[in-house]
């Protein structure tokens, strides 16, 4: 009994804590930086208010399965990826690249806010649909002095969560081995060039005849994700998918 009062009293005092510190410094919203009310649980829990939490629409109907583009009619290759080699055998996104991801993925990246990617990794886990393939997610790796500038690996992060909503295992197999330069701002086939021979498996890893799902924030040419999947294939992966947080939308006249 004396145990019990004594875990009930660490316990109130704990809560009393919590409360004291929502009261003196509330939770402010990740996107358009408002105060969270008190009353307002899951958007706390989220980090995101109610009216931000709205601005995420899911990705419907039919999309272009090696992109994830949406598409207006079932194909199993949108224009843009026509021509292409694809390591990945399909690739599917939650979100398009619209205002409101772009500028928390931008705000992410460029201020660092770990945040953030907690916050998106919470969103993507209750509107994102769980894989049907039994696989393991693997999150996009940075380089080493990229991650030790920014501080964290967003991929990771977002994987994490994933992994945990849905009770599927996650790793980190794969090292990025050279630090290219950023890829925004080349050309589609500049990108492949950039990565080509950037990542590896680490050492000890046994990849033969397992299914993975590689886990990153946003498709753009997949050109990053594609050399992944092909490292991943040529140790003997028996297939290997990617699923983003948000794609972007190839314009109809790609």
């Known amino acids: ?38 009353n307002l649980t899951q958007p706390r829990h989220m980090g995101l208010c109610a009216p ?20 207006e009619r079932d194909v199993p290759r949108c224009v843009s990826c026509f021509g292409k080699t694809f390591h990945i055998t399909h690739s599917r996104a939650t979100f398009v690249y619209d205002e409101i991801v772009r500028d928390l993925l931008l705000s992410l990246k460029f201020n660092e806010d770990k945040q953030i990617a907690h916050s998106l990794g919470k969103v993507w886990a209750i509107f994102g ?36 909503a849905w009770q599927m295992p ?8 050279v630090d ?13 060039e950039n990565v080509a021979g950037a990542f590896a498996l680490k050492n000890g890893t046994a990849a033969k005849g397992k299914r993975y799902i590689l886990i990153d924030d946003i498709y753009t040419t997949g050109a990053s994700l594609n050399e992944c999947a092909r490292v991943l294939m040529a140790a003997g992966a028996e297939s290997v998918s990617c699923f983003c947080l948000a794609v972007v939308e190839r314009k109809k006249d790609d």
């Open 1 to 38: 009994m004396r145990l019990l009062r004594y875990i009930n009293s660490r316990t109130t005092k704990r809560a009393c804590r919590h409360a004291w510190i929502d009261w003196l410094y509330p939770p402010i919203c990740v996107a358009c930086r408002v105060i969270i009310p008190l």
């Open 129 to 164: 649909e769980k894989p049907e393939e039994e696989a393991t997610f693997v999150p996009l790796p940075l380089h080493k002095k990229k991650q030790r500038e920014r501080g964290f690996n967003q991929a990771e992060i977002l994987a994490r969560y994933l992994g945990e």
């Open 170 to 177: 996650v790793e980190n197999l794969l090292e990025r081995i």
């Open 52 to 71: 931000c939490q709205s601005l995420f629409t899911p990705i419907e109907g039919p999309t272009c399965k090696n992109c994830g583009t949406p598409t």
């Open 180 to 192: 290219t330069p950023p890829q925004s701002g080349l050309h589609p086939r500049q990108r492949l």
